[in-house]
C-alpha cells in the first residue's frame, strides 16, 4: 500500500459524492426564486458592471437570501438549453444553463444586481452530456463569447439548435423559452435569469487539486501523519500567552501549545465553550512569533465569527484575509490601494522589540506580585490556625497575648486585598500594552512589505482585481509569498473556494486550522493540509456531522480498485467519518488533543441536559448563579397534528405569534434580542420560514437577525431566543425516531443564548424512556436540583454569613461556579462576590490559586480573601471589605 492509493481512494469518494447544483430544469423554480432577465444583458457582455431589476423582486429576494443564506444561493445564469435529454437512462426536461455566477443584489436609489467573481463557472454537468468526448477546454478558451459555444456545441453528437444563441446580447422572454420546450430539438438560447437554487459544493476544483496532490512527489507533515501515521517528534518552541490581550485558561493554552508545536493536533469544543475565540488566540499567537496561518470552515458563516473574534479581541481585522467576500474585498482593495499611496501611518511609534521589552518587564512584575500574593495568603493561614489552637485551648489570657502580640502583623494581611488590586490593575495595564504590540508588530510588516516588496504588494493588488481567474493566478505567480504572509498572516477562506484564492504551494503556511470538522469530509480537506506544516483540528463529535450520499458497495468497490481494506494505514469510511474522526483515529497522544471545558454562551437551565447527557458533566458553566433554576426555557403544548407534508401549522402559527410578542417586548424595552428558529424537519423549518417571509418587513428580519432553519442550517450559529418546533404529534411516531439522533437533538436544543421556547405536539411520555426529547422535557424540572449548597458549614463561614445576613447581602456557602466550590458566595442588590476564607483549620482553611481567581473572573465574579486572624482581630474592615466590593462591582446576573 502506498499513500498514492490512500489519497486516490479519498479522491475516487469525493468524486462519486459530489453534488451539483440543482441547475437542470429552471421552469420548475418559482416564480418568487426565478426572474427571467429581457431586453439586453450588457452585464454578461461587459458592457456594464451591473444591471437593474425590478423593485418587487429585490425586495423579497433580499428577505429570501438573509433566510436561507445556508441552504440556497443567488446564481446569474446564461445561456440556456431548453428541450428534453437524456440524463442517467432517463429522457427528461432541461431548462438548464451553460454558465453561471453567484450574484448580489444591491440597493442605490433602485435595486441592481452584480456579480461576486467576474468569470463564471460553467456548468460542466451539461456540457459533459452535449460533448462527452470533448478535450478539456484550452484555459485561453474565451467561455463568455456566445459565438465559443455556439462553434463548440455544432459539434455535439446530439441535435443542437445552438445559432440562435449568436442574437446574444439581445435576449428572449419567457415566452420564447416555454415555446422552446415543446419543441423536439434541444435549442441553445440567449436567455439569463436570477435563480435563487439550492447550495452545493463546487467539486471541480477539489478534485482537480486532490489529482495533483496524488501526482506530488512530497507530500505535507499532516498529510503524512494522517495516512500513513507518520507522526514526528514535538518541537518544543518559545510561546507568546502573555502577548495575547485576555485570560486564557489552561485547556486555551494547550491549544496554543499543540497548534505551535504537534505536526498534527485536536481540539474538542463543545457548544458555546470559546472555540471560535480561541482559534482567533492561536492566530494571534502565531502572528506575535511571526507564523502565518489558513483558517478553512466546510461554511462561510463560522468563517465569519472568527473573522469577528479577530477584529474585535485582537484588532487584526487588516492584517487577516476573508477571501471570497465581497464586502470584505471591496475593503481590502481600498486598504491596499492606500497602502500603495503612502497613506500607511507613519507617527512615530516604539518599535515592536521596545513593546516586547516592556511586556516582558510587565509579566515579570506580575510575576512578583502573584507571589507576593501567595505569601500573603500562606502567613494568613499560618496565623489563622494558630490562632484557633489557642482558642481551643479554652485559655483566654494566652489568647489575649498572642493577638496583642500579633496584632500587627494581622492587621497586615489585609494587604492581601491591596496586593489583589494592584495585580488586576497591572493585569489591565498587561493587556493594553500586549494590544499595543499586536498593532504596532501587524504596521511594522505592512511597512517591511511595502519598503521591501513592493512588487508583491502590487501583483496581490492587481490579483485581487483582476476579472478573471486565469489572470489573477498569472498575478499570483509573481508573489512572494514569504512577504507577503508576513504582512497578512492570517486567512480564512472555506474549503470550496481555497482554490479560487490561493495557489496549491506546500507548506506555504505554518499552520491550517480546520473548524467545524465534523461537517468536513476527509477530501475537500486534503488540499488545506496540503498548504501546511501544520494543523489543528477542530469540533465536537456530539454536534452535526458530514452527510454522505456514496453507497456503501460503491465505497467498497473504490477500496478494492485501490488495493485497500479498512484496516489499511490511514484509510476510514469516507462516508461514516469526518476529518475529526480520522484524525482521532490517528492520534496516539492525549498531548496532541485539547478540551475546551468552559462553557460561556447559555444560562444555565439551557444547557444543563447537554452538558449531562453527551459532555459528562464535564463543562464548566460559567453563567451558572443561584436563583437561575427557571425563566429561561419555556414550554408550549399546541396539540397541532403534523400533515402528509410533514408540516404543523399549528406549531408554525403559535411560533409566529411568539415572535411578534418578543418584537413587542422588545420594542417596548429598547433592547432587540437576535430570534432562531430551528425544526429538525425540513419541511416544517422551510413553511415556517415562508411565514416568516409573509409577516415581517425586512426591518424586522434584518434587526433581530431572523431566520428559520433546520439544525444543519445552525450549526456554529446562536441567537439570544431561539424557538424550537418539534413538527411531530403523537401519530407520528415514526418521524419522532429521527428526533433521537443524538448530533441532531444536541445541536437544535444548543442554539440559544437567553431563552429558549419548546413547542410541542406530542405527549412525551408515549414515546419509549430513552428518547432523548422524553429524556430532556423530564430534565427541565430537574435542573433546580443542581443549585446545591453546604447545609453543614463551619464556625467562621457561620460567622461570616450571619454578619452579611444582617446588612440583607444573600449568601449560600460551598457554592459551586464554573466547576470550583467557593466558600461563600454573596449577592446584593443582583451583583455577585465570591469570598475565599482563609486559616480556619477544616476544608476551607486554604487559598485558591490565582488561576482559580483568574477562572472566576472569566465567569464574571470579582473573588476576594477573607483570613480568620484579620476577622478576629478586625471584623468590620473585613465586613466593609466585602460591601464595598459588593458595591463597585458591575458584575451582575
Not at 452584480?114 to 463557472?121: L, N, Y
Not at 426591518?699 to 456554529?716: N, S, V, W, Y
Request: proline fraction near 4%.
Amino acid at each position: 500500500m502506498s499513500s498514492k492509493n490512500v489519497l486516490s481512494y479519498y479522491r475516487d469518494c469525493y468524486k462519486e459524492d459530489s453534488a451539483d447544483l440543482n441547475l437542470w430544469d429552471l421552469s420548475k423554480l418559482k416564480k418568487q426564486d426565478c426572474l427571467v432577465l429581457e431586453g439586453r444583458d450588457d452585464l454578461g457582455s461587459g458592457f456594464l458592471p451591473r444591471l437593474p431589476i425590478p423593485q418587487e423582486f429585490a425586495e423579497q429576494m433580499i428577505k429570501r437570501v438573509e433566510v436561507y443564506q445556508r441552504e440556497r444561493v443567488l446564481l446569474y445564469v446564461r445561456f440556456i438549453l431548453v428541450g428534453k435529454l437524456e440524463i442517467k437512462g432517463e429522457i427528461k426536461q432541461v431548462v438548464s444553463p451553460i454558465l453561471f455566477n453567484e450574484a448580489v443584489i444591491e440597493k442605490d436609489d433602485d435595486y441592481y444586481f452584480s456579480v461576486i467573481d467576474s468569470q463564471p463557472e460553467i456548468n460542466e454537468s451539461l456540457t459533459q452530456l452535449l460533448m462527452p468526448e470533448a478535450e478539456p477546454l484550452d484555459e485561453t478558451a474565451d467561455i463568455q463569447s456566445a459565438y465559443f459555444w455556439t462553434s463548440l456545441l455544432k459539434q455535439s453528437p446530439l441535435a443542437l439548435n445552438v445559432f440562435e444563441l449568436l442574437n446574444y446580447p439581445e435576449l428572449v422572454n419567457y415566452a420564447k423559452i416555454k415555446k422552446a420546450l415543446k419543441s423536439k430539438n434541444l435549442t441553445l438560447l440567449p436567455a439569463s435569469m436570477l435563480v435563487f437554487v439550492e447550495r452545493s459544493s463546487s467539486s471541480r476544483g477539489v478534485i482537480h487539486e486532490l489529482e495533483e496532490i496524488i501526482a506530488s512527489k512530497m507530500l505535507s507533515p499532516p498529510i503524512d501523519a494522517l495516512i500513513s501515521n507518520d507522526l514526528p517528534p514535538n518541537t518544543a518552541k518559545s510561546l507568546k500567552y502573555d502577548y495575547l490581550p485576555g485570560l486564557l485558561s489552561a485547556p486555551q493554552k494547550k491549544v496554543i501549545s499543540i497548534a505551535a508545536n504537534a505536526h498534527l493536533g485536536c481540539v474538542s469544543g463543545p457548544p458555546g465553550t470559546g472555540k471560535s475565540y480561541t482559534i482567533a488566540a492561536v492566530a494571534a499567537e502565531h502572528m506575535a512569533r511571526g507564523e502565518s496561518v489558513l483558517i478553512v470552515a466546510n461554511n462561510d458563516p463560522a468563517l465569519d465569527v472568527i473573522a469577528d473574534k479577530l477584529n474585535e479581541n485582537f484588532a487584526l481585522s487588516e492584517v487577516s484575509i476573508r477571501a471570497g467576500q465581497k464586502e470584505f474585498l471591496k475593503n481590502l482593495k481600498a486598504y491596499i490601494a492606500d497602502l500603495l499611496s503612502g497613506y500607511l501611518a507613519d507617527e512615530q511609534e516604539k518599535a515592536p522589540a521596545i513593546f516586547e521589552s516592556e511586556l516582558k518587564a510587565q509579566n515579570v512584575l506580575l510575576n512578583d506580585l502573584e507571589q507576593r500574593f501567595d505569601k500573603f495568603c500562606r502567613k494568613a493561614i499560618i496565623r489563622g490556625q494558630r490562632l484557633k489552637r489557642l482558642e481551643d485551648k479554652d485559655i483566654q489570657w494566652l489568647s489575649n497575648l498572642y493577638l496583642k502580640w500579633a496584632q500587627r502583623s494581622i492587621k497586615k494581611l489585609a494587604k492581601q486585598w491591596s496586593a489583589l488590586d494592584e495585580i488586576n490593575d497591572q493585569q489591565t495595564k498587561r493587556e493594553l500594552l500586549a494590544s499595543r504590540y499586536l498593532t504596532v508588530l501587524k504596521n511594522t510588516n505592512l511597512r517591511t512589505l511595502v519598503n521591501t516588496q513592493r512588487k508583491s504588494l502590487q501583483a496581490f493588488n492587481q490579483a485581487i482585481r483582476s476579472r478573471t481567474s486565469k489572470r489573477q493566478f498569472e498575478l499570483f505567480d509573481n508573489i512572494e509569498y514569504s512577504s507577503l504572509l508576513a504582512a497578512f498572516p492570517v486567512w480564512l477562506v472555506s474549503l470550496n473556494s481555497l482554490y479560487r484564492v490561493l495557489p496549491l504551494k506546500p507548506q506555504m503556511f505554518d499552520l491550517v486550522i480546520i473548524d467545524e470538522a465534523t461537517q468536513c469530509n476527509i477530501s475537500s480537506c486534503l488540499p488545506a493540509l496540503y498548504r501546511a506544516k501544520r494543523a489543528l483540528v477542530v469540533g465536537d463529535t456530539k454536534q452535526l456531522r458530514h452527510y454522505s450520499f456514496l453507497a456503501k458497495s460503491k465505497e467498497a468497490q473504490l477500496r478494492t480498485k485501490n488495493q485497500l481494506s479498512l484496516s489499511s494505514e490511514g484509510v476510514v469510511s469516507y462516508r461514516d467519518n469526518s476529518i475529526l474522526d480520522l484524525t482521532l483515529n490517528t492520534l496516539n497522544s492525549d498531548q496532541q488533543l485539547a478540551f475546551l471545558d468552559e462553557h460561556f454562551r447559555s444560562k444555565p437551565e439551557l444547557i444543563h441536559f447537554s452538558n449531562r447527557y453527551f459532555y459528562q458533566s464535564k463543562l464548566k458553566v460559567m453563567q451558572h448563579r443561584p436563583c437561575t433554576s427557571s425563566g429561561h426555557l419555556f414550554i408550549h403544548r399546541v396539540n397541532g397534528e403534523r400533515d402528509k407534508n410533514g408540516v404543523n401549522q399549528l406549531e408554525a402559527n403559535a411560533v409566529i405569534a411568539s415572535i411578534k410578542q418578543q418584537m413587542s417586548d422588545d420594542r417596548e424595552a429598547g433592547v432587540y434580542h437576535s430570534i432562531g428558529i430551528v425544526s429538525p424537519f425540513r419541511s416544517q423549518a422551510d413553511f415556517i420560514a415562508k411565514q416568516i417571509d409573509a409577516n415581517f418587513s425586512d426591518a424586522e428580519i434584518i434587526k433581530h437577525k431572523l431566520r428559520a432553519a433546520t439544525p444543519f442550517g445552525f450549526q456554529g450559529e446562536e441567537r439570544d431566543v431561539m424557538l424550537i418546533s418539534f413538527a411531530v404529534d403523537n401519530d407520528a411516531k415514526r418521524a419522532a425516531v429521527y428526533l433521537n439522533k443524538a448530533d441532531v437533538f444536541n445541536v437544535t436544543i444548543t442554539r440559544a443564548r437567553q431563552a429558549q421556547h419548546l413547542f410541542l405536539s406530542i405527549d412525551e411520555t408515549q414515546l419509549p424512556e430513552h428518547y432523548l426529547l422524553r429524556r430532556y422535557l423530564g430534565s427541565v424540572s430537574e435542573f433546580a436540583a443542581a443549585h446545591t449548597c453546604l447545609s453543614d458549614v463551619d464556625d467562621f463561614q457561620r460567622d461570616v454569613i450571619q454578619e452579611l445576613m444582617k446588612l440583607q447581602i444573600e449568601t449560600w456557602p460551598g457554592y459551586a461556579v464554573a466547576g470550583t466550590e467557593v466558600d461563600i458566595l454573596c449577592r446584593y442588590h443582583g451583583r455577585y462576590l465570591a469570598v475565599d476564607l482563609i486559616g480556619y483549620p477544616g476544608p476551607w482553611a486554604d487559598f485558591f490559586e490565582l488561576d482559580t481567581y483568574k477562572l472566576f473572573s472569566r465567569a464574571n465574579i470579582e473573588m476576594l480573601p477573607i483570613s480568620y486572624g484579620l476577622w478576629v482581630v478586625d471584623r468590620d474592615t473585613c465586613i466593609q471589605a466585602i460591601v464595598s466590593r459588593l458595591k463597585m462591582s458591575n458584575n451582575k446576573t
